[in-house]
């Protein structure tokens, strides 16, 4: 099992390299821009600083930048930290819906994927934008002022099945979460769907999540104080997601978010009657809504988390890897970011490598 650190601020490069020192395999930097630093220069300063983990964007949003781009972007960051850089992409949820924008779709994610893995392979590609067509390849690179030398793996992130497949169709790996992306082995089934069309080999195909993480202390149950505080803005995020959803296209919630949804429907009605639904992504990651707190019961914590004493979680990330998972990333609470990265490491990682 590989393990992952998240950062989406700019003084947050120590965090960094304080994961890379007690053992965490990758970095995700992620992509957005209206409520955290841009993606760009973070990853820069963490690729600059760091010696031994693999870094990347988790993930980086098409609708931002135009793939040829995107694709220079991560060639760039590659030239500062050869041999360990990987493009995390997917199609957006807070970076796009905090604009009051939705994803990208799924066709025009898969024009984008082709033409960045043409491109960072050294490939000429035709680039189609704006009804103008060329054909196009990365040019001046006797200046090595970017690197394509060492290969640069593509992170689909893919939560249904059409974006899973599209991961086994142009990625080497896949992020996907976890309970939103479904089972593991349903999400390798969906990827192995896209390798199958595109005739590409799955054997060293990777699987990574994104996950809830509650690592429960002597005495602590769901119901503690401190559990709300250190998982309840991650959950919710999830549970924002699926009203936007809901708000767009009539969607269903899945069923374990159902002992909530129709409470939970009518407050943000109410709540969003007289302000910017963009406004419930402020924070996202970063505090939980006291307003919310109430939508956070022992059910949904343990519907949505991997929670449980050190013993417990390992148990179930034993379990998630023999389904087929490569890794696991979580996103802890802004004040408790350093701590939570040692207590894991200690508990946690410390057991498992």
């Known amino acids: 099992m590989k393990f992952g650190i998240s950062v989406s601020q700019i003084h947050e490069v120590d965090l960094v390299i304080q994961a890379e020192s007690v053992g965490y395999d990758f970095c995700w930097v992620w992509d957005s821009p209206m409520i955290r630093s841009n993606l760009w220069a973070l990853l820069a300063l963490v690729a600059d600083r760091t010696t031994t983990i693999a870094v990347g964007p988790g993930v980086a949003i098409p609708s931002l930048a135009m793939a040829p781009v995107t694709a220079n972007a991560i060639a760039t960051i590659n030239a500062i930290a050869p041999g360990r850089t990987f493009l995390g992409v997917g199609t957006g949820n807070t970076a796009l819906r905090a604009m009051g924008q939705v994803p990208m779709g799924i066709a025009d994610f898969k024009e984008h994927l082709k033409v960045i893995r043409g ?38 992130s893919g939560f249904g099945p059409k974006a899973q497949a599209l991961a086994g169709e142009y990625g080497d790996a896949l992020i996907t979460g976890i309970p939103r992306g479904g089972s593991i082995s349903g999400a390798l089934e969906n990827s192995n769907i896209g390798a199958t069309r595109a005739d590409r080999p799955m054997d060293k195909f990777e699987i990574y999540a994104l996950v809830n993480l509650m690592l429960l202390r002597r005495g602590e149950t769901l119901e503690s104080p401190r559990v709300l505080e250190e998982v309840g ?24 978010a159902e002992p909530i949804w129709d409470e939970y429907v009518s407050f943000r009605e109410r709540r969003d009657s007289d302000r910017s639904f963009t406004e419930a992504h402020h924070s996202h990651y970063g505090h939980l809504d006291s307003a919310e707190t109430r ?59």
């Open 295 to 353: 939508f956070l019961t022992p059910e949904i914590i343990r519907n949505f988390c991997i929670a449980g004493t050190p013993d417990e979680v390992i148990e179930q990330l034993a379990g998630l890897e023999s389904e087929g998972l490569t890794g696991i990333n979580f996103i802890a609470p802004v004040e408790r970011q350093y701590s939570m990265c040692h207590e894991f490491a200690d508990a946690v990682i410390s057991r498992m490598k």
């Open 119 to 156: 491109l960072i392979s050294g490939e000429s590609v035709i680039y189609e934008k704006n009804g103008i067509s060329e054909e196009i390849a990365f040019q001046s690179l006797e200046l090595n002022s970017i690197n394509l030398d060492d290969p640069i793996p593509i992170h689909v």
């Open 233 to 256: 803005s991650s959950i919710m995020v999830n549970i924002h997601y699926m009203y936007d959803r809901y708000r767009e296209t009539g969607a269903k919630p899945p069923h374990y």
